[in-house]
Antibody, heavy 125, light 107 residues
Framework: QVQLVQSGAEVKKPGASVKVSCKAS????????IHWVRQAPGQRLEWMGW????????KYSQNFQGRVTITRDPSASTAYMELTSLRSEDTAVFYC??????????????????WGQGTTVTVSS | DIQMTQSPSSLSAYVGDRVSITCRAS??????LNWYQQKPGKAPKFLIF???SLQSGVPSRFSGSGSGTDFTLTISSLQPEDFATYSC?????????FGQGTKLEIK
């Protein structure tokens, strides 16, 4: 079955970086995009960015510009999200999730259909 | 950025009730509106895309409507497993913003 399996929970100090992995199975990895979504405790879901698994093109939310990098390894059907300069407000669950490739020019798409189980990142001194 | 606002933020209802949740976008997004269900400690579950299309495997008691800026999620007859938080999301243009969520609780 189609699934995304994420790496385990992380505890980091302020100013550090974290890199979360997302391994895809059950579908053709290059044919889709992978999104990353943050959910802080009690807060709404917040889109961080996506990568087109086929060609590696990325798009990021300005809210994370300069701090987030999304990459992928097609040979391992795995996507990665690295967030730098961590602060306490980054304490959250991070999800990877799949969609069809957003279509230009507006980069629209119809929904995120498969989600990883989430990775909890705790930022604390 | 496109702002997504849901109402109500919370809702109490009985099993068997019909309930509706609304979602408003700050600008027109056509039909690029999706709905998700989320239970505590779990990842979101995809319910509806293109404002009114039911994702495969989602019970027919769920339905969506709307276009442009105003959208509605309706559950025709609440079941015990439907008590959860529901979020809308625009997928028209990045950043793909979500609503603040509507928590549906058992009365």
């Amino acid at each position: 079955q189609v699934q995304l399996v994420q790496s385990g929970a992380e505890v980091k100090k302020p100013g550090a970086s974290v890199k979360v992995s997302c391994k895809a199975s059950g579908y053709i990895f290059p044919a889709y995009a992978i999104h990353w979504v943050r959910q802080a405790p009690g807060q709404r879901l917040e889109w961080m960015g996506w990568i087109i698994a086929g060609n590696g093109n990325t798009k990021y939310s300005q809210n994370f510009q300069g701090r987030v990098t999304i990459t992928r390894d097609p040979s391992a059907s795995t996507a990665y999200m690295e967030l730098t300069s961590l602060r306490s407000e980054d304490t959250a669950v991070f999800y990877c999730a799949r969609s069809v490739v957003p279509s230009s020019p507006a980069y629209s798409y119809y929904g995120i259909d498969v989600w990883g189980q989430g990775t909890t990142v705790t930022v604390s001194s | 950025d496109i702002q997504m606002t849901q109402s109500p933020s919370s809702l109490s209802a009985y099993v068997g009730d019909r309930v509706s949740i609304t979602c408003r976008a700050s600008q027109s997004i056509g039909n690029y509106l999706n709905w998700y269900q989320q239970k505590p400690g779990k990842a979101p579950k995809f319910l509806i895309f293109a404002a009114s299309s039911l994702q495969s495997g989602v019970p027919s008691r769920f339905s969506g409507s709307g276009s442009g800026t105003d959208f509605t999620l309706t559950i025709s007859s609440l079941q015990p497993e439907d008590f959860a938080t529901y979020s809308c999301q625009q997928s028209y243009s990045p950043p793909y913003t979500f609503g603040q969520g509507t928590k549906l609780e058992i009365k």
